[in-house]
Structure formats: structure tokens, C-alpha cells
């Protein structure tokens, strides 16, 4: 499983074309030229990483098989700077930066404590701030065994025309130059590996028409051709190094996606409910994709500061009438409601994906992300709150939706995760301290 960390809201990009300065595609990496080795690695928890004598066996979740013939079971997580008055529940550790060691450490020990092998860092190109921070964040990591993979935002509107090239380079400076000490590696029921990364805003339709009937050109619109020729090239370059990459777009569309040369698609949405994950998985099936539906506890988002033109509110998910968020009877409803999700995205993610008749189990493909761990101001964080009673005056007066017990989201999926792990393992639930079962 691989938990979401965010790096920065994605509504923010850039709309100009590339200019002289920004940074330039990297070379082809001298370990893809060809006729070169491929790269020695072991297996190691959640892939393959640098080989070692005397390693210790993967963590339960990271690497570990779910009952055959389920292929390995993996998840994910994403970093965000939080602001403490523009989220809906405050986090355990406070308002904070991801960069402090004080809140990294605590973190990964949690990801890991949860079962999570993996985590998908919210990237938004070279020379940005969260690519800046990823050295710090892959050594904080590497020291409690999580492996890291990367989620390639929208940062530009021409960032389609660098889509091998910033893969390259994310394998090259993470991958390559750390010695494969942390960069996640797949490995498929059949023993072939490879990296895995996913896309938001991929498939995007030419023109869209606001809330006037006003119709505009999307401004981060690729053409198919374009990822096409992207995909293709990032393939050749990587054939001699992996067995495969696998390529995922955050898209429903069964046609353009794999016209696209995209392997699969891997949702982020939590408004695609886990009622509609057997329709879709069947879909993507028929189109000859890969698929990963999101374990997540629905969405509870905060209302910008500034409302733009054709803004609706979003509703709290999952669907509740009258919920008044004043209330802690209604904090209370709204906790049960979420963790209600958590069970059933689970359960329905893992159904499909061990479906003998869909394209994961036909292919030994299993992946599960979970949305997310960190993205507060969207209101589905599994990190820990802090819980109700110890807000101070000053925090409640914010209104935050802080329930009784802060850490039950990620309480309930590191159960649902040792239910599942052949095997079995030991007690999840830790001994409480300060009111919680995690260590602070």
C-alpha cells in the first residue's frame, strides 16, 4: 500500500510555456544508455532496493503476499505544510513544516506502525520546493523501512512535453545516484519488477464550459499524441534497466487512457464512491488497463477565502444530512461516517484487485493507494489528530472537527491491514499514550 503526502494544493500552475531558465530535461542517465548493466538490486520490503547480506525480512504490507493468488500488497502516503486556520481538524503535532525532523520522524514511525510500505511524494518538478525537500524526506524514510515512489502533479501547463524526461530524472537523482537505497520497486506475482508512477490531470478534455455556458480552452490540455510519444520514448529508454514501468493516470476515460500509453489508472478522487469500483475495475478491464481504487475516509474540504467565479461548495462525504459541525454529538456522526468509508473503500479495493477475472490478478498486479496522509486542508488525512478534549479555547474557537479519539483513521486501516496479511502479526492497536495508540 502506498499513502498520499501532499507538497502543495493542486490548483496551483504554472500557465506559461517553457522559458530559458527554467530547468532544462536532464541527459539521458548513463545507466539507461544502451548495452549498460542493468542495476544489481535485492528484494527488500515493497520492491527491490540495494542488496545487502543479513537484511532483515520485509515488515508486514511491504512486500508480504496477500493469500494466493493475490500478487504483493502495497501503500501509499503524501507531505503538506499545513495552516492551522485553514484546514477542518488540527493534527497531533500542531501546525507544522514538513521539513522539521520533529514531524518527519513521527510520521514515517506511524506510516510504518500502520502496516504502509510505501509513500508517494506529491512532486511539482525540478528545482520546485518539494523536490528540493526529497533527499531529506527519502533518509527520514529509509530509517523506518518505508520505500518511496512519486505522484507527478500538474506544475506546469506544458509539463506533458517533459514526462519521460522528468521520470528519468526522478530515477536518476532518487533512484540511481542514492543507490536504490529507498526508491520503490515494484515486483509482480511473476517475479518482474519495475517502478510504478502516477499522474493527476492527464486525460483532460480539449474545452471546457463554466457555470455561463461559457467554453475555453483547457490550458493544461496534452494532446494523446504527446503522452503517446512520452510514454513510448520513457519505455525504450527504461527496457534495458527494468522489467517494466507502470504508468498511471488519475483517469476514468477507457478509450484516450491507454490510446495515451498509460498501463492503468490510479484515482485520487474520493468522490468516487467504493460502490462504483466494480464498474469501473470491469471497465478498465475491458480496455486492457491496470486499476487502483484509493482506500479513503471521504472529504470534509475547508472554503477558500476568496470564493472564484462558478465555486460551489463541496459536500462532506461521505453524503450526511443536517450535519452541524457546532455539535460534538455531530463531530461524532461525522467520525463514524468517515471510518464507515475507510472499511468499505478498503474492502472494495481489495475485491477488485483479486478478482481472478480483471486485469490485476490476470497480470499479478496489486496496488493500493490510500488518499492520504497528510492533506488536511481536504479534510481526509490518516494522520492523527489531536483528540477533541485537548484542543485549547483558542483551537476551538476555530470550529475545527476534531472527534473524541484522533487517531481512528489510522487506527482502522492498520487493522483492516493486519486482517488481511497472510500470515497474521502481532496486535496492532498499541499500548495508549497521552490518549493515543501511537507514539508521539
Known sequence: M?????????????????ADDDPQPPPVPR???PGRPRPARAAGPGGRGP??????????????????????FHIRV???????????ALGFLGAYDVRAKAVLEPQARWIADAGVGAIALSWWGRGSDQDANVPYVMDVMKDHDVKVTFALEPYADYRGQRYASDILYLIEQYGDKRGWDAFLVLKNEDGSEGPVFKGFRCILPRESTDCHGVTRPVDDYTPDAVWRAQTDGLRDALRRDFDHVTLLA???EFARTPASGFDGIGIYDNNVGPETYAGYAAGASRAGLLFSFNVNPGFDSIVPRTIPDCYAPPAFVPAAAGLDFARADDRERAAQLSQQRIVDSFAGTVQVQTDP?????????????INSFNEWHEGHAFEPMKDAADLTPAERSLGYHNPARGDYRLATLGRLVQGVLAGGGGSFDRRPRRGLSWPA
Not at 54 to 68: C, I, K, N, Q, V
Not at 78 to 88: K, Q, Y
Not at 357 to 369: D, E, I, K, M, S
Request: glycine content about 8%.
Open 2 to 18: 502506498i499513502v498520499e503526502w501532499l507538497g502543495r494544493p493542486r490548483d496551483r500552475r504554472s500557465s506559461r510555456g517553457p
Open 51 to 72: 542488496g545487502r547480506a543479513g537484511a532483515a525480512p520485509p515488515r508486514p504490507l511491504a512486500g508480504r503476499p496477500l493469500p494466493r493468488p493475490a500478487p504483493p
Open 357 to 369: 477475472a480483471l486485469t490485476n490478478a490476470r497480470r499479478g498486479f496489486f496496488l493500493v493507494y
Open 31 to 33: 545507466h539507461l544508455a
Open 78 to 88: 503524501l507531505p503538506l505544510v499545513r495552516r492551522a486556520a485553514r484546514i477542518c
Open 250 to 252: 488519475d483517469s476514468l
